[in-house]
């Protein structure tokens, strides 16, 4: 029965005909640790030769050698490979045991506690971390409770300028509609209902008010 092989959760494996290695990764952050590369003098004098010629076979030759290229990557000396590889990289991770995460000592592990950063943060990098998001909230809120919106006209009476004929948007200071000519505002006189007062709108004929005819 074969053995339990530990550290094999996040791992990379790099291995050819050529021979084995793996990369393998911390649990928290991802840094990762290149094991040594070792040869693979089986696969390399013997499966890869097969391989080679049996390119010459057509297309099942071609898949012959798919299968003598895996089988010089794979089998017991892979195995033994991988178990010399785990072997080498733990000596590079360190083991939470309240969670069981491997993470590397140098950013994840927490020295003093002997536990991970996940299950036992820094203190003064947590504190730290805490006071930026809460400076960030802060900052989110004071900065909507600002009014920046107050010296903005929203009905745009003082930007946008319509001809009362046509309704063409005009520029400021146009004194005519580059489209049908008419007059702006700006140069039309004030209208009034001379029988009540109400102001006229250019295109109204009758007083909305008393109904008078406008002049």
Known sequence: MSSLIQFVANYDDLSTDKGFQFKFHCDKCRNGYMSRFQPNAIGIAGSLLNAASSLFGGLGGVENAAYEIQRAVGGTSHDKALEAAVAEGKQQFKQCTRCGHWVCPDACWNHSAGLCEDCAPDEQEELRAQQAQATREQIRTQTRAQDYTKNLDFLNRDTLIQCPNCQTKLAPGQKFCPSCGTATAAQTQPRHC??????????????????????
């Open 194 to 215: 001379t029988s009540c007062g109400e102001a006229l709108k250019p295109e109204q004929k009758f007083c909305p008010s008393c109904g008078t005819k406008a002049g």
